[in-house]
Every structure is written in structure tokens, then in C-alpha cells.
């Protein structure tokens, strides 16, 4: 659904271009804001499995509400919606009724995606040799799925709604997100299902105040020095415990035991003493942070698929020996890209690395995802390119580029090169670096990434377009793009990728990766059996 968004408002509702591409942004943002409200139900109380079960129920029931609301209230005449019919003017209640409809997609579909993800990664154990190997691949395979369902999506929903057929291609939507949940329901005898580990809100503040308290109070430079339970068992429920990490010693405060905590009996009371295992969890998120900031430039060039390639693409030629390209569709060789990548990586770039390396993953996460922002501002150096050559075929003023719409094929290919190194990357690393009861919290950061990405580009947009509007101009991304200079957006974007991926490789440089300790019980008796 969200790849044609931007056309739906264009088309059905009339927006302009840079309004289209903000609410898309916005609205993309949301999806991936939500993904914190699922991660935070999983981790604390639901646990995965039914997280993903309710969040599933609430993106259907979002998608048959767009598309009863598109049937009975938007495409108005039969039809509208395509290149040469235009819709009626949608009232204000019926516009409430569409925002509700995709923003409860929003909901349903970002609560749900974090926790997907770890919910498959839970069922490898990796103290397994054989089903550690498959957990490490799980993600690349992962991430090729979610892609191949998008090809349906970008290809065959995308013809019939590029052509006015908006309806029908929202109740296919609706009719696979409720295949989906059947199937994801079927399988419910034969899942692992963890424990969830309580609420994670609490645990971080009494870190925090357990080190205040103790601000005068010098922590022993030995971690065996501090404060952990002697038994197996962590003191956080579902969890291993992690051996003891030198970065930000202030918070080892937290975990130092004093004569007072002795005397007045205060060693049970986590509002005064935490254990090594708490106080490292906290310091995993802390360390996870500045990475996680980098990745945001990243998104708001991914995001850039969605809005403005598309509209680059609708002002250039799709029309090939009579077969008319639908603009979105063109996603479908970022997809192919994908599927390509990694297969490339997985079949070849791994093994050969791993000659060199000795490391099983090939490339480091941490490696990959630099790899994926170098990547991505080609990405944007092809757009541009392509644009500058764009408007050089303009014969009309608001008339479409003779130039072909498969131009655009290098920088699609670009971004879904750049996706299998960024995205894959930060799923497995923010799974693998989240502490246990913080599982989905990990996979629920790379899509915050996102979310942030797409804010900025909104942000950014609109500030390119307040700047570059005055005195009379129209804008780098005007209504009319024959008019404009997205081209210099582009660039702009490339510029900021570049810098940003110099901050990136600096706190990559300084990130130390989580232990776990080897006294701790097995991660079988983690599991609930349900």
C-alpha cells in the first residue's frame, strides 16, 4: 500500500507533490513509531507470539476499512483515480474516515513487524551449532521474503491501482493480510515461545537512581567486585546475564555494595542495589544509540523510493510499445536488486570472506552497514543524474520527459543493493545486540531509524522548499517538476549521507559488542511452554 500512497493522494485527493511526499513521509514515520508500542508490549507483557498475533488482527481490520472507505466515499466517479479520470472532492468526514483507516495500518503494521522478526529469530537456538549457523542467515532470508511479497504488491496491486482500479487493489491487500494471520495462527503449536521479561522501564530507572544515590561512592575498577546473583538465574526474568563492560563507569555505582546496603538490608531493593546484569543492560542501549543516530540519514534516503522517485518517474516516458508502466512499479528493481544482493552475499561474499576472515557472518554487521550508507549516496548521485538528464528532455513546459522512465533502473538498484547491507545489518545487529528481555526493543530500533529517516525527510524537504521558494521561485520540488531542480535535492542528499557516514565510522570505531556470560542457566529454560 504504501508505495502507490503517494499517488492515491495525488490522483484521488489532489494534493500536490510536496504535500503528498510529506504526508507519505509522515505517515511512513508513524508506521515505524508504532513498532515501539509492539516492542514494549512484547518485551514486558504479552510476549512475542501474541503481540504479533493482536497487531496482525488490527492492520487487516485497517486494511478492510480503506478499502470500504475508498469504495463508498473516494472513487467517486467509478474509475477515477487513473492518469486521465479525476475523482470528486472528498468531504472532511470522509477524509477523517481515510486518515483513521491508514493510520490504524500504521498501528497495526508497525506493531507487529519488530516483534515478527525476533519472534523467527527465537525459533533457532544459538547455543546450537547447526541452528546458530541458520539463525545468522535467518534475517538476510527474512528480509528477501518481505521483499518478494512487496514484488506482488509493486507489480500487480500497483497496475490495477495505477489505472483507477484503487478498490480492487486494496481488498487484494486486505485479502493476503488475512491469509497471512491464518497461516501465522496455524503454526501456533509448533513455535518456541520466550518469556517476557517484565516491564524494561522500571529496570533502566533504577539504574539511574541507584548510581545518583551513589554519585560519591567509587565503583571497584574489578566487574567480578560487583554486585550479581551467585545462582545461575539472572535477576531479570526471561534473561542471561552479561559479564561486566568498562564504558560509562558511572553507572558500575549502581551495582557497587556498600557497608549501608548491608546494614540496613537494602541488597534486595533495586532502587538501591542493581546487579551487573541490569546495569549492563542499560549500557547495551547507551552503546547502541550513537549507531542507531547514523542510521537515520541512511533512511530518509530509502524513503525517497516512496515519494520522490515516484514522482520523478510519473514525470517522465512510461509509455513502452503501448504498455503503460505504472511509476511505482519501477520499485520492483529495487526488489530484484535485493533478492540479487543477497543472494550474492549469502552464496558468495560470505564464504569468500570468510577465507580471509575466519568470521562464520562474512562481513561484520557493523561493516555491512557502512557499506550500506556508501551504497545509498550513490543512490542519490544516480537520481540525480538522472533528473539533470531529465529535464533536458522536456519539449512542454508541463508536459512529460521524452527521457524513459527505465532510467531510473541504477538508482533502484543502488538503494537495493544498499538495503541488504543497511537493513539486514541492522537486524541482526540490533537483535544480537539488544540484551534478552530487550529482544524486540533491538529489532523494534533499526525501524525507529526509519521512522526517524522519514520525519527528517519531511523536515528537510520542507525547508528546502521555504529556502529555495523565495523571490519568486518555484522551488526545487515544485507542483510542476519541469519547473524545479530536484536534481540539487538529490545532491543534497548525497552530501549529507557522506558526512554522515564519517560520524559513523567513528562510533563504530568506539562500539564494544555485548558478552554474555557463561554463568548463566541454558537458554532451553528460557523458554515457555505454552
Excluded at 503481540?51 to 487487516?60: A, K, L, P
Aim: proline share 3%; glycine share 8%; charged share 15%.
Amino acid at each position: 500500500m504504501g508505495v502507490n500512497l503517494v499517488l492515491f493522494l495525488t490522483r484521488v485527493l489532489e494534493q500536490s507533490n510536496a504535500s503528498a511526499a510529506n504526508d507519505v513521509s509522515k505517515w511512513t514515520g508513524t508506521v515505524y513509531i508504532f513498532s515501539l508500542v509492539g516492542a514494549f508490549l512484547s518485551d514486558s507483557y504479552w510476549g512475542r507470539y501474541r503481540t504479533c498475533s493482536v497487531f496482525q488482527v488490527i492492520f487487516t481490520v485497517g486494511l478492510v476499512l480503506l478499502s470500504l472507505t475508498s469504495y463508498l466515499f473516494l472513487i467517486k466517479p467509478a474509475g477515477c483515480g487513473s492518469v486521465t479520470l479525476s475523482c470528486e472532492k472528498a468531504s472532511t468526514l470522509e477524509l477523517i474516515v481515510f486518515y483513521m483507516s491508514i493510520y490504524l495500518i500504521a498501528l497495526g503494521y508497525g506493531g507487529y513487524q519488530p516483534n515478527i522478526a525476533t519472534f523467527g529469530a527465537d525459533q533457532f537456538d544459538e547455543m546450537d551449532e547447526v541452528e546458530g549457523a541458520s539463525k545468522v542467515a535467518f534475517f538476510s532470508w527474512f528480509y528477501l521474503a518481505m521483499n518478494l511479497g512487496q514484488l506482488f504488491s509493486n507489480s500487480i496491486i500497483s497496475f490495477f491501482e495505477n489505472n483507477g482500479n484503487w478498490v480492487l487493489g486494496f481488498w487484494m491487500s486486505a485479502g493476503s493480510a488475512a491469509l497471512a494471520l491464518i497461516i501465522f495462527l496455524i503454526g501456533t503449536p509448533y513455535y518456541r515461545h520466550f518469556r517476557a521479561g517484565g516491564n524494561p522501564i522500571p529496570r533502566v530507572a533504577q539504574v539511574f537512581v541507584a548510581a545518583f544515590k551513589k554519585w560519591n561512592v567509587r565503583a571497584p575498577s574489578d566487574g567480578e567486585k560487583l554486585y550479581e546473583l551467585q545462582d545461575k538465574a539472572s535477576a531479570i526474568s526471561g534473561s542471561r546475564k552479561i559479564t561486566h563492560s568498562a564504558e560509562f563507569r558511572f553507572l558500575d555505582k549502581a551495582a557497587t555494595e556498600t557497608e549501608e546496603d548491608v546494614i540496613s538490608g537494602q541488597r534486595n531493593n533495586p532502587w538501591r542495589l542493581c546487579t551487573v546484569t541490569q546495569v549492563e543492560e542499560v549500557k547495551c542501549i547507551l552503546r547502541m544509540l550513537p549507531i542507531w543516530l547514523c542510521t537515520i540519514i541512511y533512511s530518509v534516503v530509502f524513503t525517497q523510493m516512496a515519494s520522490l522517485f515516484v514522482e520523478q518517474g510519473a514525470a517522465m516516458q512510461n509509455d513502452v510499445g503501448g504498455f503503460h508502466v505504472p511509476p511505482a512499479s519501477m520499485s520492483i528493481f529495487d526488489i530484484l536488486s535485493v533478492a540479487a544482493w543477497i543472494l550474492l552475499y549469502r552464496r558468495a561474499i560470505v564464504p569468500f570472506v570468510y577465507k580471509i576472515t575466519n568470521n562464520p557472518k562474512g562481513l561484520s554487521e557493523l561493516q555491512r552497514m557502512g557499506g550500506g550508507l556508501i551504497l545509498g549516496m550513490l543512490g542519490m548521485i544516480s537520481a540525480g543524474v538522472v533528473e539533470q538528464y531529465r529535464l533536458k528532455f522536456v519539449s512542454e513546459p508541463r508536459g512529460k520527459s521524452s527521457m524513459s522512465i527505465f532510467w531510473q533502473t541504477p538508482q533502484y538498484f543502488f538503494i537495493g543493493a544498499s538495503e541488504v547491507f543497511m537493513y539486514v545489518g541492522q537486524l541482526e545487529f540490533f537483535n544480537g545486540q539488544a540484551p534478552d528481555g530487550l529482544k524486540s526493543f533491538g529489532s523494534a530500533l533499526c525501524m525507529t531509524s526509519m521512522s526517524f529517516g522519514n520525519y527528517v525527510s519531511s523536515l528537510l524537504v520542507s525547508i528546502v522548499m521555504d529556502i529555495t521558494k523565495r523571490e519568486n521561485q518555484p522551488g526545487w520540488i515544485p507542483g510542476n517538476l519541469n519547473r524545479g531542480h530536484m536534481d540539487r535535492f538529490y545532491y543534497l542528499l548525497a552530501a549529507l549521507t557522506a558526512v554522515d557516514f564519517v560520524a559513523y565510522v567513528m562510533c563504530a570505531r568506539w562500539y564494544r559488542c555485548i558478552v554474555l556470560s557463561k554463568d548463566t542457566e541454558e537458554g532451553e529454560e528460557l523458554v515457555e511452554r505454552i
